[in-house]
């Protein structure tokens, strides 16, 4: 497996900003997908932004004009910057890697947007 640890997570208020970072235990350069899913309380894990190798993204509904996703194959990070946040937008948010045959999610980091 593909080790990844996610940082940057905390307490905001709405309307703020935070960057998450996704770093990875090996090169991320072949790596197709690499992805960013949240969890609320209650609710299933749904996949919030994703990129492959060539750049390409993709954004759930949810998130779109307010997330960006980016990958840095040499420091073998992902990340993901989430601007004017929303309290829905609360969640712990886990990163993800598909290689080959290998799966791989990280820890999770938490995500609160209250005032």
């Known amino acids: 497996q593909v080790q990844l640890v996610e940082s940057g997570g905390g307490l905001v208020q709405p309307g703020g900003s935070l960057r998450l970072s996704c770093a990875a235990s090996?090169?991320?350069?072949?790596?197709?997908?690499m992805g960013w899913y949240r969890q609320a309380p209650g609710k299933q894990r749904e996949l919030v932004a994703h990129i492959t190798t060539d750049g390409s993204t993709n954004y759930a509904d949810s998130v779109k004009g307010r997330f960006t996703i980016s990958r840095d194959n040499a420091k073998n990070t992902m990340y993901l910057q989430m601007n004017s946040l929303k309290p829905e937008d609360t969640a712990v948010y886990y990163c993800?890697?598909?290689?080959?045959?290998?799966?791989?999610w990280g820890q999770g980091t938490q995500v609160t947007v209250s005032s």
């Open positions: 090996e090169s991320i350069f072949s790596i197709n997908f």
């Open positions: 993800r890697a598909i290689t080959g045959r290998r799966n791989s």
